[in-house]
């Protein structure tokens, strides 16, 4: 999540003129933006597509990881290697339906 506010123009001033600024979030689909007129800094919002392929490709994580947990040969080995991917999934869907729903908010 961004430690600066989300808006597709400058939420100060308004203005479109920007410069790239480095990314500070952990997963982003652009650069942050430095207002040219005002140098507020801001991040522009998550495209609405960006919420479903999360979700996708975390239901491909968590199956495969629940497939290496359930149909593993059951020493235990499968169950350790499938938690990871399982997670992963889980934490990809949830961070998917986050922003989709902001995406439709804005």
């Known amino acids: 999540m961004s430690d600066y506010p989300v808006s597709k ?9 920007y410069k790239r600024a480095p990314v500070k979030a952990a997963v982003a689909f652009a650069s942050d933006r430095t207002c ?3 140098g507020t800094r801001y991040t522009p ?3 609405s597509w960006a919420g479903p392929v999360f979700v996708l ?3 491909l994580l968590t199956s ?7 149909f593993g040969n059951g020493k235990g080995v499968d169950t350790i290697l499938g938690l990871l991917p399982t997670l ?7 961070h998917g339906v ?7 908010k804005s």
């Open 57 to 59: 490709a975390g239901l």
């Open 45 to 47: 919002p998550t495209p």
């Open 88 to 94: 992963m999934g889980i934490a990809a869907i949830v």
């Open 98 to 104: 986050v922003a989709f729903l902001k995406a439709r």
């Open 9 to 17: 123009v400058c939420p100060s001033c308004g203005e479109t003129p």
């Open 64 to 70: 495969v990881g629940l497939c290496l947990i359930f």
């Open 36 to 38: 040219k007129a005002c």
